[in-house]
DNA sequence: GACCCTTTCTTGAAGTTTAAACAAAAGCGG
DNA sequence: CCGCTTTTGTTTAAACTTCAAGAAAGGGTC
């Protein structure tokens, strides 16, 4: 008598059912739509695309308003190259400054100036409007905390550092 | 006496909460750290970036393995002129080809080739197991319900055609 | 048909991102 | 202190995306 309930061949890949496509599918959408319609949202009433915006955002809420380059970079979820890029438009821009970092003569802190604080001051208004009307004011309390939590489980899944962290017993 | 239960200052913005704030961060940093993901696994894999690969799904999922450029797009939710540029690459790869269109001189037909197909017969199987591992495999039944049911909201607003759809007593 | 507006798709340039390679300083083990 | 590895941040070129502009055909209306 078979004790497995399923076949579960081992090596036949496990496709999503018609229900988890829906998902996917759904997520894939609405994630390309929300990242646009913020892209442009931000390019036209601030100048600048979203992940910059959230630079100076981070810049804006860290002690001094700054942070070490690798820092920034771990909290926006991008790699250092392409923050190096983004800092040097953004410094062109008179939003950002660069400032050595006296204790470690490789480092760098990114800083936020006064010009590019009024650029937040000035924008922020209008992009919490766009996100509220785009994602908050949708959703019901009930579902906006699901999102936290869903969203919060794939995201430390993710964390760079787990790679095969989900099958600690090969390693 | 005042009616108004809350001051509701017209024009003053109406900041997230501290709970929205997290809510809103997680969401950034899961779809940030997983459209990475996917883009380097397919990179490494399949050779093309996450659109990309989307796109050669749609085609593979239509009558005769071709869509109008147009419809490809909305489905895709990109622009058409990102469109163009990613049939171009693909084309290039000898994965799609391009065909007139008999009935509209304008219009051309995006294809599949036998060779982009076969790139998906074989890649799929690697794809839908890293979107199983970074996603599907993390959430309870309930958490992907909730996840389908709320993206599906937000892309509905979001649906190009719905600009001040939420207004409409302004029209 | 002539006119005008729309739709379809492409193009080129500018801006952004990625991947790989690199220089410089830090940290560590002897 | 020396040699080795790691960390930090930048740079280059190639790939990708956006934006604005434009060519070409379609779809009216008169």
Redesign the interface.
Known sequence: MNTAPIPAPADE????TA??Q???R????????????LDRQLQRDAGMPHVYY?LLVKLAESPRRRLRMTELARY???TRSRLSHAIARLEKNGWVRREDCPSDKRGQFAVLTDEGHEVLRRT??GH??A?????????TPE?????????????E???PGETGA?LPWLR
Chains 1, 2 share one sequence.
Do not use: C
């Open positions: 890949p496990r496709w999503l229900e988890e829906l998902v996917w759904s997520y894939i959408e609405a994630a390309t739509l929300l990242e646009d319609h959230g926006a979820k991008i922020a208004p919490v409007n996100v509220r009307q785009a994602v908050f004011d949708r959703l579902q906006q905390k699901s999102l936290g939590e869903i969203m919060r489980i794939v995201a899944g993710l964390e989900d």
